[in-house]
């Protein structure tokens, strides 16, 4: 006989899982086998053939919850509570969910789904961008975006023949999600009738009312017209538009993106040099607030008169400084309950730190802001000045940017023994990809001595003198290691930039720092000259440049605890770092030179070294490279990068990573591929 | 005496490998002034350069201008391993007797052909230092080996051929050799002509030609994204006749087009979805 207690632990076990069951049905279980993250890089490279520039993919962010007084008291009906992400673009860039929650009776499989919601609102992101046109009440704005997205699904379906099945498949699974009618009033039905017409429509048919918008101004007016009609037609201007149901087809139209906000900084309080006494805790983060900006007196210095602190105030996920933050006083918090809080915020400010990271919350979409952080013990050394080019006079400064050759710091050697430990597998890819650069040996012909002799030589030499020709001498082969002479310079982009997370483990620093280890590791075995320098530096008059390795330098260990010591910096004014590195390879008696640039972003700093000033001096610096007959060749993680680097560097002369962990293989790929004999 | 005889070019057989003008004209379809320049420089006895991607067109625009000036046309295609005596030719010991061999280029230089040396710059410094001496006001081949300097026939005309994509760090063209020539870009054709083309050498229906140029145009956008090769018009050609003879488009597309260009996942399984979203099968 069981004991009570464990029969009630047992009943509540299985209640537990028939709840859970209940729950999963009723949340749809998603596929997990295809997500955006398995087919993101395929949508954006066809996205980019389809558009012929680079379209930027990121993931939909789902709502936030709504707050428990909404729930009471709000007056949004239930058919209208978004409770997942949906496809949405802001003119530029496309947002798709993680997972497509599907039903399991769906004729395609979600790769194709994603494909036309890629394809989709790429096209209306298109239209967008031709010309932004918006309109102030719900009911012309929903209207307005359903004309637009017929549109757009009209041009789609007539240069993509091939889509057909996967426009109807789509139709037919939004078509059987929509709300009852009796949940609907007047208003609602009419627009819900003209969503279903187009649902049920082919994607080449526009169908009536609806017209064909050639532009978005034109479904603005039908929009205006349609609106007026449909609230003449219910005869109840009591009656209100409470909206409409939105789905994968219909989607989101977000505002247009405003670009990089300013981000307040904050002074470092402790040298960033020491490390962290505590260890890094990290959660994921269900859902990214929207990044807000700052309201001008939300953190007014001076208190108000109303501000009497009766009690210790309530602790908040978001302070407006950031430093007082709840996990930031208990060492021990979960960071999983922070990454839940902050979920929950619709939005929220971003504040620049140079402390230690302590926690690490990790969302699908991360932000594109760059952070910068200050640099220890700056303009000790001397400098060297080169001049910078200013494209808007075409001449250039002679004073220009200084350079600082900053002595490099000494990291732990230990680093450099974890990650070839961690990493054997991509070492070895590295080193298999090199080896065949190995001077091979070469059997040289017509050689004046050697170990054997040339038969063909002799028979030509025979063939000469028979001729009557003055006798030949060198008759013999010779097999001796080939001599490439070939000169190699690696300079690394160590601005702030580099602090962004590419995983739950690495920073793009991180990454750059084991790529460089391990191909430092496999180029010494080449026996080819070689040096590494990283740089960074704030305005004209600090631009450093850390010598991690001399082109004569063996001392292996030291090499491998400068690279262990690399930390993000501050900006990156790659011109007078480029022309540096190119009066440093001039210098080499090496035959062929290579300059190879491992860069994150575009080039800029504080003062006018930012976009076009920036490319330009760079290209400008590339240029005065190519004519001293050095090779150079950029890798950059910056995937909207063809824009300005072909510009900069020259068709075929750079690569983009797609994926910042291949680093290590595609340098040493490029590094193969433009030194191979 | 016999063993120093040496025995020159003139002999019959020599002149047997020398292919005579194609009685058919070869199909070419002009993008520009090329015809006229190449007939200009061939007159003002000038050498010339074609440079473009692979398969735009080049060699097919040789083929045509030889047929067009009635000459002689002999194709050398350049490799790594090509030294100067594999152009201008060596000694052979024959029937007991040491025998001089033209090489191609010389074999052009006496009959007055066309030379066309194809990918110039992947032959050894040494066999394209040979041809300066053709190039100038000089026109002439000193061969070191006979002491002879023969004197280009009026027909004789070089034309080289180099493809700038191709980008290494050991190889190029060297300052000096390119200021010796013409030359004349290539490209790929404007879609209209592209589609003619297309349809000419493959019999490909009309629709599906400009279909497949308007995918060709897409995938050529990848270029910039880690494409190392984009389509060809020969590779349309191709993917058009096996259309043409019945394999479904898409299939046509993706083992002539697609798996060609690239060996990375992602970029394959991308033109794939473009082909599936654009043709029909």
Redo the contacts between chains.
Sequence with gaps: MAEPEGLIIDAARQATAFVSRLWDNDNNVPDNSCTLST?R??????L???????VSLRVAQPPPPPSALSRLFGRIPRHLIETRPLPANDGATIFLPMQLHLSEQSELSPHYFF?LLA?QQAARAQRRAQQMVSADALLTLDLFQLSEAAAADHALAL??????HDFAALRRAMLSQRPQPALLNGVEQAVEELYCGVLKACPYDIPPPLALARKPEDSLDWAIEMSMKISTRARMPAVRYRGCAKDLWWGKMLPPSSGNQPIRYEEALRDMTQPSASPRRSANLSRRPQARERTPDEDDETQGMWMVQKDDPQQHVEDPAGLQRPADRDDDADAGDLADSLSELPEAQLISSSKTVRELLLADDPLDQRTTLVLPGKGAAHGIAYPEWDFRVSRYHKEGAIVRLQPPLLGDVAWAESVVARRPALLRQVQLRLEGLRPRRIRYYRQPEGEEIDINAC??A???R????PPQDCLYQSVKAARRD?AVALLIDISGSTDGWVSQELRIIDVEKEALLLVYLALTKLGDPFCIYAFSGESAQNVSLWPLKNFEENDRTLVQRRIAALEPQLYTRAGAAIRHTTGLLTATSAR?R?LILLSDGKPNDVDRYEGRYGVEDMRQAVAEARLQAI?PFCITVDRHA?HYL?RVFG???Y??L?QAETLPVVLADVLR????? | ME??L?QTAASENTRQDVPHPQTEEPYYLPFGDEVSIFTQCHRRHLAVMLKGPTGCGKTRFVEHMAWRLKRLLIIVSCHDDLTAADLVG????RDNA?V?QDGPLTRAVRTGAICYLDEVVEARQDAVVVIHPLTDYRRVLPID??GELIEATPGFQLVISYNP?Y????KDLKPSTRQRFVALDFDFPPPEREAEIIIHESGAEHAMAHDLV?LAG??R??????LAEVPSTRLLVATARLIANGIAP?LACHVALVSPLSDDP??V???R????????D
Aim: hydrophobic share 50%.
């Design positions: 087919c890089q395929r949508l954006e490279f066809l980019s053939a389809v558009h012929g520039h680079a494909r394809l240069h993509f023949a091939g889509l057909r028979v030509n025979f063939a000469e028979r001729a009557g020709l070939i062929y290579l090779h063809p072909a068709a075929r002369h690569a983009v797609q591929r433009l030194i191979r004999q | 063993d120093s040496i060596r000694f052979l010991i040491t001089w080996k006979t994509g980008q290494h760090v050991t308007a897409r995938i956008g990848l270029a910039d994204r880690g898409r992602a970029l399984a991308a033109m979805d473009l082909v599936d979203a654009m043709l029909l």
